[in-house]
């Protein structure tokens, strides 16, 4: 009997490295076909996950907080890897991922997320991604870097002064920074 118990220890202890072995030669294999800034994406959401999971063992965090955390780690990393298949690319955006209700973190006015649109950009900072099902549906957003941002808003201000002025208008004649005050020593 004691035999018995030592053999089924010794090969649920083999099974288990092994699938651990495997597992992790599976994560690095499939990160071998993204240059190095995806594959540092990837590994940052691998520590992500380590995380919390570490906070999960030691009972900090609650199991709906661990599952909503996990699950919208999972969601990154399956956009992060959509993107760089599409674009075949070694770039990826900062990217948010946001459940349902969790749309007012980042957006102002947040619309129901049934109108979300692909490509549709927010507040001149977020361009929505997509939905990714992960446990539970989490919208992804990228964050526009400053040059986007910058040149959306420069687009509007056009199109706002096109619609409203005129060309006898003095907005457009005048210069859009004040002029610095010269005061002699």
């Keep these: 009997m004691r035999s018995l118990r030592l053999f089924s220890y010794v090969l649920g202890l083999t099974l288990l490295l092994s699938a651990n072995v495997v597992g992790v ?4 294999s499939d990160e071998e076909q993204f240059g190095p800034v995806v ?3 990837l590994g940052y959401l691998r520590n992500e996950q380590e995380v919390t999971d570490d906070r999960a063992s030691r009972h900090e965090v609650s199991r709906s907080y661990y599952m909503r955390n996990s699950n919208r ?7 992060a890897v959509k993107i760089a298949t599409d674009t075949q690319n070694d770039y990826l955006p900062e990217l948010e991922a946001v459940a349902g209700d969790e749309l007012g973190l980042i957006l102002e ?4 997320p ?3 649109r692909i490509g549709e950009v927010f507040q001149t900072t977020f361009r929505y991604l997509g939905a990714v099902r992960a446990g539970e549906v ?12 910058s040149e959306l808003r420069e687009k509007a201000r056009g199109a706002v002064g096109s619609e409203t002025s005129s060309a006898a208008d003095p907005l457009k ?5 004040r002029a610095r005050r010269v005061t002699t020593p």
């Design 25 to 28: 030669g599976q994560t690095g």
């Design 39 to 41: 594959r540092a994406y």
């Design 114 to 116: 049934a109108l979300l």
């Design 173 to 177: 004649t005048r210069p859009l920074t």
């Design 73 to 79: 780690i999972r969601a990154l990393r399956q956009m």
């Design 109 to 112: 006015r947040p619309p129901r």
């Design 138 to 149: 989490f919208h992804v957003f990228a964050r526009l870097d400053p040059y986007e941002q």
